[in-house]
């Protein structure tokens, strides 16, 4: 017999009302009316976003990282478990009824990833938290967007707040030289990758895993480091709707 869901919590928001629900002991997700956003049970996309982007800065001396959107907080545990003990992670979340089940429900799923001395946690709008950065703060060695649906064409065009072409000037001037921008994707976007381009980034593609949802991952890279190679169009795969989330 298949078990029910139940709502640990929820709360009301412009989008709709948000829910923590849970099925058993393995399966957990965030929806928003009626809206999967986020899906404990497949999240090896978001978990390789991290280890990807981090790995590629752990060598520095004290990387700092900024995360946006914590969702069920499996960016941020994989994220620390490919850092070095002197690395920071900034994780700006909007919803602030996130950041408590992150504290509360959703703790033990992550091995209590938000208690970790290197993280500090804001609640705001990440595109400020670049902005702010770019205009003169310390530059971040990697910068992850693990936002639902990620960078979409036309309705997240040009002028998007986060993945449009004064964006990511914006992204390319809060991070240190090779620094990494990292980007969660639903779907691959011919589009936001001649913008990467036009911002200076050197970048590839990548789909993690195999068989089920596959996700679009761009890992970016800032002038003055290593370049990465770029990747050649190829067709469109066709790629199912997101079930999954950080």
């Given at each position: 017999m298949t078990r029910q869901w139940q709502t640990l919590a929820s709360a009301e928001t412009p989008e709709g009302r948000l829910e923590l629900r849970r099925r058993g002991?393995?399966?957990?997700?965030?929806?928003?009316?009626?809206?999967?956003?986020?899906?404990?049970?497949?999240?090896?996309?978001?978990?390789?976003?991290?280890?990807?982007?981090?790995?590629?800065?752990?060598?520095?001396?004290?990387?700092?990282?900024?995360?946006?959107?914590?969702?069920?907080?499996?960016?941020?545990?994989?994220?620390?478990?490919?850092?070095?003990?002197?690395?920071?992670?900034?994780?700006?979340?909007?919803?602030?009824?996130?950041?408590?089940?992150?504290?509360?429900?959703?703790?033990?799923?992550?091995?209590?990833?938000?208690?970790?001395?290197?993280?500090?946690?804001?609640?705001?709008?990440?595109?400020?938290?670049?902005?702010?950065?770019?205009?003169?703060?310390?530059?971040?060695?990697?910068?992850?967007l693990d936002l639902y649906e990620g960078p979409r064409t036309p309705a997240q065009g040009r002028d998007d707040p986060l993945y449009g072409r004064a964006a990511l000037a914006r992204a390319r001037a809060a991070l240190t030289p090779g620094g990494v921008l990292a980007v969660w994707s639903e779907d691959r976007d011919d589009a936001f990758e001649a913008r990467l381009a036009a911002a200076g980034f050197s970048w590839e593609r990548r789909r993690p895993g195999r068989g089920g949802p596959r996700h679009t991952l761009y890992l970016a890279t800032a002038p003055g480091g290593r370049r990465t190679r770029r990747v050649r169009a190829t067709p469109r795969p066709t790629i199912r709707a997101r079930a999954s989330g950080a």
């Open positions: 002991a393995a399966e957990t997700v965030i929806t928003v009316g009626g809206r999967v956003l986020m899906n404990g049970a497949a999240h090896r996309s978001e978990t390789a976003l991290a280890e990807l982007a981090c790995r590629a800065i752990a060598t520095r001396p004290r990387p700092r990282v900024l995360l946006g959107g914590l969702g069920l907080g499996y960016t941020l545990r994989a994220a620390l478990d490919s850092l070095p003990r002197a690395a920071s992670v900034t994780v700006v979340e909007i919803e602030p009824v996130i950041v408590a089940w992150g504290r509360g429900p959703l703790a033990e799923l992550t091995g209590r990833a938000m208690e970790d001395r290197r993280v500090a946690i804001e609640i705001g709008d990440v595109a400020a938290a670049i902005a702010g950065a770019a205009a003169g703060g310390a530059g971040f060695d990697a910068i992850l």
